[in-house]
C-alpha cells in the first residue's frame, strides 16, 4: 500500500494531532497516510529563521522514514525545494496546493494567515508560483499560530472583512493551524475555502497514482557530495 507522510514541520504535538483528525476524515481510498513531526526545531514558524531552523528538521526527519509523497504542512512550504532534493517521491507543500486550488475554483482569491510577518513570504511565493495573478491580497490574523486554536470566532470575522476588502471569491487557509475551521467558515462564509492539508493529500495521492516522482535531471537532483580541496 503506498504511504503519504504528512508533516508537521514544527514540534507542536497538539497541531501534528489536528492534522492527524483532519487526514484521517478526508483520507484517499487505499493510502496509508503517516502523520508526523520532527522532534527537533521550532514550536511554530514564524518568518524566515524560524523557517530555517524547521528546514534542518524535516531533511533529517525525511532520512528516518519511507514514503510514496510527502506533503509539508506549512503554508509558507517550509523547505519544500530541500526535500525535492532528497526525496524521490512528489514533495508539495500545503500553500502551493492551496493556492492552485483556489485557481482552479475562483477568478479572484484572497489568503488569511496567523501573523503580518509571514505576508511577504506567502506573497512572494505565489509570484513564484505564478498564481498571484487572481491573488487579491494575503491579510494576517495578527494572532501567533499557537493561539488559532481558541480564537474561532476572531477567525471568523477577519474572513468576512477581508471578503469584503477584496471582493474575493475564495479565501485560503494560510496556516496548518487553521485546518479544522475549514468546513466550518466555508458554511459561514458562503465561498470556497480551501485548507491545503487536505487539497494536498488529495493531489499527492493523484501524482502517486499515476508513478510521478521528483525529477531528478538537474534542479532537484540529489545533493552533491562535497570533496575538500586546499
Same mark, same amino acid.
Given at each position: %500500500?503506498?504511504?503519504?507522510?504528512?508533516?508537521?514541520?514544527?514540534?507542536?504535538?497538539? %497541531?501534528?494531532?489536528?492534522?492527524?483528525?483532519?487526514?484521517?476524515?478526508?483520507?484517499?481510498?487505499?493510502?496509508?497516510?503517516?502523520?508526523?513531526?520532527?522532534?527537533?526545531?521550532?514550536?511554530?514558524?514564524?518568518?524566515?529563521?524560524?523557517?530555517?531552523?524547521?528546514?534542518?528538521?524535516?531533511?533529517?526527519?525525511?532520512?528516518?522514514?519511507?514514503?510514496?509523497?510527502?506533503?509539508?504542512?506549512?503554508?509558507?512550504?517550509?523547505?519544500?525545494?530541500?526535500?525535492?532534493?532528497?526525496?524521490?517521491?512528489?514533495? %508539495?507543500?500545503?500553500?502551493?496546493?492551496? %493556492?492552485?486550488?483556489?485557481?482552479?475554483?475562483?477568478?479572484?482569491?484572497?489568503?488569511?494567515?496567523?501573523?503580518?510577518?509571514?505576508?511577504?513570504?506567502?506573497?512572494?511565493?505565489?509570484?513564484?508560483?505564478?498564481?498571484?495573478?487572481?491573488?487579491?491580497?494575503?491579510?494576517?490574523?495578527?494572532?501567533?499560530?499557537?493561539?488559532?486554536?481558541?480564537?474561532?470566532?476572531?477567525?471568523?470575522?477577519?474572513?468576512?472583512?477581508?471578503?469584503?476588502?477584496?471582493?474575493?471569491?475564495?479565501?485560503?487557509?494560510?496556516?496548518?493551524?487553521?485546518?479544522?475551521?475549514?468546513?466550518?467558515?466555508?458554511?459561514?462564509?458562503?465561498?470556497?475555502?480551501?485548507?491545503?492539508?487536505?487539497?494536498?493529500?488529495?493531489?499527492?495521492?493523484?501524482?502517486?497514482?499515476?508513478?510521478?516522482?521528483?525529477?531528478?535531471?538537474?534542479?532537484?537532483?540529489?545533493?552533491?557530495?562535497?570533496?575538500?580541496?586546499?
Amino acid at each position: %500500500m503506498p504511504k503519504i507522510a504528512i508533516i508537521n514541520p514544527n514540534t507542536t504535538v497538539a %497541531m501534528t494531532n489536528s492534522l492527524r483528525v483532519t487526514v484521517e476524515r478526508v483520507a484517499p481510498p487505499g493510502f496509508e497516510l503517516l502523520v508526523t513531526q520532527p522532534d527537533t526545531g521550532v514550536a511554530s514558524i514564524e518568518g524566515f529563521s524560524d523557517g530555517i531552523q524547521a528546514t534542518h528538521a524535516l531533511i533529517a526527519l525525511t532520512e528516518q522514514i519511507q514514503a510514496d509523497g510527502w506533503l509539508v504542512a506549512c503554508a509558507d512550504d517550509t523547505g519544500v525545494d530541500a526535500l525535492r532534493e532528497v526525496c524521490v517521491g512528489p514533495v %508539495m507543500g500545503i500553500g502551493q496546493a492551496a %493556492m492552485q486550488a483556489a485557481t482552479l475554483l475562483s477568478a479572484r482569491y484572497s489568503i488569511l494567515t496567523p501573523m503580518q510577518r509571514s505576508v511577504a513570504i506567502l506573497e512572494n511565493n505565489a509570484r513564484r508560483y505564478g498564481l498571484d495573478a487572481s491573488l487579491q491580497g494575503v491579510h494576517a490574523l495578527n494572532l501567533p499560530v499557537l493561539a488559532i486554536e481558541k480564537n474561532f470566532d476572531l477567525i471568523k470575522q477577519r474572513a468576512r472583512q477581508i471578503l469584503e476588502k477584496d471582493n474575493s471569491e475564495c479565501l485560503v487557509l494560510g496556516c496548518a493551524g487553521f485546518t479544522r475551521f475549514r468546513k466550518p467558515l466555508e458554511d459561514a462564509l458562503g465561498i470556497p475555502v480551501i485548507d491545503g492539508v487536505q487539497v494536498g493529500v488529495h493531489w499527492l495521492a493523484g501524482l502517486i497514482n499515476l508513478g510521478l516522482k521528483t525529477s531528478k535531471h538537474c534542479t532537484y537532483n540529489y545533493p552533491e557530495q562535497k570533496t575538500e580541496v586546499f
